[in-house]
């Protein structure tokens, strides 16, 4: 594994794509990636292999860990298919794959 890729993490907002879903429950992981973009100063401004992506680092210098923040426009349940392609492009191994979802079997905002 080289530096650089020690050095990615994709952050996985997961979500169902289109206005339907925009302000469900089911979508909180497409309003986190959103605000950890903005928050980092990115902006989702490439689609690759059926996502939107923001490349941001955490900190200064080349050195600063990498984010990938992703938001398949897949439904959420095909994710999968956005996610292998950009994990192998970003050359980012599933340890550093952070995935953010809703959890509709607990009540909300509880962990």
Not at 41 to 47: A, H, L, P, R, Y
């Amino acid at each position: 594994m080289s530096s650089q890729s020690k050095n990615t993490w994709l952050v996985v907002g997961l979500g169902n794509p289109g206005d339907k879903y925009s302000a469900t429950r089911h979508n909180i992981g497409f309003v986190v990636a959103d605000e950890l973009a903005i928050r980092c100063g990115g902006k989702f401004t490439s689609s690759k292999y059926r996502a939107l992506v923001s490349e941001v680092r955490l900190g200064m210098g080349s050195q600063a860990p990498k984010l990938v923040i992703v938001k398949p426009q897949t439904y959420m349940n095909d994710s999968g298919d956005a996610v292998s392609p950009l994990a192998k492009y970003f050359n980012t191994p599933a340890e550093q794959i952070i995935a953010i979802h809703d959890e509709l079997d607990i009540p909300f905002n509880t962990i």
